[in-house]
């Protein structure tokens, strides 16, 4: 994200709870701190949460949480993980 669609998000927290004040050292640390991050993503989480969220968010509530991607070599895995298990007996 860029410091121009931070101030959108901050413009519509501002908005949506007259309590949040906006300034430049907060665009700077959003922007640095949301970098990383889709701003459709950031915007459709901040309407969410104002829709929803009496108080306005921290930056953590409105980032995109990413899953782990699952790793296509479970089953590898697990019988690396069986074979240096102590005791383990293959299955016949």
């Known amino acids: 994200?860029?410091?121009e669609k931070v101030f959108e998000v901050l413009r519509l927290l501002a908005d949506a709870y007259p309590s949040f004040s906006i300034d430049q050292i907060k665009i700077d640390t959003w922007a640095r701190l949301l970098k990383d991050q889709n701003p459709a993503v950031i915007m459709r989480n901040a309407e969410r949460y104002a829709l929803e969220?009496?108080?306005p968010p921290s930056l953590s509530?409105?980032?995109e949480v990413k899953k782990e991607a699952r790793s296509k070599d479970f089953l590898r895995k697990r019988r690396e993980w069986e074979s240096a298990?102590?005791?383990y007996k293959p299955r016949s």
Do not use: Y
């Open 53 to 55: 969220n009496k108080f």
């Open 1 to 3: 994200m860029n410091r």
């Open 61 to 63: 509530d409105l980032r």
């Open 85 to 87: 298990a102590v005791g």
